[in-house]
């Protein structure tokens, strides 16, 4: 006999006594109540301490009530404090307790969102998303779409589409001949297209040399009058919401000339694509319309819990045939077969709470989402100029570029306002000049969150400054 546990009998008990998961609960609510009274980053010992985690996969079976105490006591303070107010790093978001609370259902349900078959509740709510997402971006009745992990894997969709229904129309079978002797296809885009179009491209084989790397603009907008001639055989992927200025391509004048020319255009909308949801800032986002596929983030400027993207392809079975690798034999069931629409067979119900963040706030109050992100994106602006640093980008959108002067100074000063805690922005740098990007992500920021991080960049460039001229006088 070996002493093997019971585990049928252990797991079975905790299920019934639900102790378990009234301490989590305790837990979240104890995170959720504190959030506003510590530091926006981990302090450095909260990440030293994160090494009580390095040991060896245990031999016996461990008590769930003590791990979670642990994963509190050093994991939670361990997090980035996102879903609080004043978190400008990156392009994230918020979430949600509506969002939440629906995701905590599902994660009960455990369901896999493959097949109809496996989850019917998930099939509907991917069905229902759908419709609502192509009616609020104003898209064409016929799009359709995959909800995966985030913009990459989205992205990679839309071109993989892109790329095997040119190279059909081109008389190329892509999934029965493979890329080697392909007829050429011209892939254009913006020289400020972001990182995860070119790992996209380069996944897909298309060589990082044989782009056409049109020029930007001084807010990174593709020149459209630069765009080389297109055809028949040409893939466009332009842009909504630049991740530096949040500044959006000229969609009316490239989707014209690509629909004229007949080539393929993919919008990476990853979080710019939203700004069509509000009356103040659709104007931006004219002539998305007229292109053929679309990615974009609902875990960013939506709100919606992370991992979640949409992949939206105006042609049904450009995208099935890309992601299925079946030829035209694809099967459509009466019921939506979630599978079909994304790369992945077995994955987790991320429609649950995609729904239940469009539900919750409903077409007047995505609006007011998105009005409110901008707004303290130009609150921010301003208030920072008032202070004398420089504003590099008009205020499109959600994105804020602040400069301190010289590059070494700006540098400084963010690793001071990181350290400081207050609030949490990352560098970037733009136009060759480093630069701190904000961006207001969260339905939770408010005015005088914006204020209190204002003080905290005036305070960070105070202390810097003195620490220089002492340095000087020594
Ligand atoms: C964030 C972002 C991406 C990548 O999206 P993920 O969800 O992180 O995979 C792509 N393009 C733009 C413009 C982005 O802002």
Redesign the pocket.
């Known amino acids: 006999m070996t002493d093997k546990p019971d585990i049928h009998r252990i797991i079975r008990s905790q299920l019934t006594a639900k102790a378990l998961f009234d301490q989590a609960g305790a837990y979240a609510f104890e995170y959720m109540d504190t959030l506003h009274d510590r530091p926006v980053y981990p302090s450095p010992e909260t990440l030293e301490n994160l090494s009580v985690f390095d040991e060896p996969l245990p031999d016996a079976m461990g008590d769930p009530e003590k791990f979670l105490a642990l994963l509190h006591e050093y994991g939670s303070p361990a997090t980035v404090a996102q879903t609080g107010n004043r978190y400008f790093g990156?392009?994230n978001g918020g979430v949600t307790p509506a969002a939440v609370a629906a995701k905590w259902l599902a994660d009960v349900w455990d369901q896999n969102a493959g097949l109809f078959v496996m989850s019917p509740i998930a099939a509907r709510l991917e069905a229902v998303c759908e419709r609502w997402l192509v009616d609020l971006f104003e898209l064409p009745e016929t799009t359709r779409a995959g909800f995966v992990?985030?913009?990459?894997?989205?992205?990679l969709c839309g071109l993989a589409a892109a790329r095997n229904f040119l190279l059909a129309r081109a008389g190329w079978d892509v999934h029965q001949k493979g890329l080697s002797k392909t007829p050429e296809l011209k892939v254009v885009l913006g020289e400020e297209a972001?990182?995860?179009?070119f790992k996209a491209l380069s996944l897909l084989g298309f060589g990082l040399d044989n782009l056409i790397r049109v020029k930007t603009d001084n807010q990174g907008r593709m020149k459209a009058s630069d765009l080389p001639n297109l055809d028949t055989a040409t893939l466009v992927i332009a842009?909504?919401?630049?991740?530096n200025t949040g500044a959006f391509d000229h969609f009316h004048e490239i989707c014209g000339k690509a629909q004229k020319a007949r080539a393929w255009v993919h919008i990476?909308?990853?979080?710019?694509l939203w700004a069509r949801g509000s009356e103040n800032t659709k104007h931006l986002t004219g002539g998305i319309e007229k292109a053929d596929s679309w990615?974009v983030?609902a875990?960013?400027t939506l709100n919606a819990p992370y991992?979640c993207?949409i992949v939206l392809c105006r042609d049904e079975s450009a995208l099935v045939s890309a992601l299925q690798n079946t030829g035209a034999y694809i099967q459509y069931g009466q019921n939506r077969d979630n599978m079909l629409y994304t790369p992945e067979m077995s994955r987790r119900a991320r429609s649950v709470e995609l729904w239940a963040t469009l539900k919750c706030f409903g077409r007047k109050g995505i609006e007011s989402l998105i009005d409110g992100l901008c707004g303290n994106a130009r609150l921010f602006a301003q208030e920072l100029e008032k202070q004398e640093f420089d504003i590099l980008n008009d205020i499109h959108f959600n994105q804020v570029l602040v400069s301190c002067g010289d590059d070494s100074l700006t540098q400084a000063v963010l690793a001071e306002i990181q350290s400081g805690g207050v609030c949490w922005c990352g560098g970037s740098v733009w136009k060759g000049r480093a630069v701190i990007r904000i961006s207001v992500c969260s339905w939770a920021t408010t005015a005088q969150d914006v204020h209190m991080s204002v003080k905290s960049f005036v305070d960070a460039r105070t202390r810097i400054l003195s620490k220089q001229t002492k340095k000087e006088i020594k």
């Open positions: 990156f392009v992990s985030g913009t990459s894997t989205a992205t972001h990182s995860t179009v842009q909504a919401g630049n991740v990476d909308g990853a979080f710019g990615s983030d875990h960013k991992d993207g």
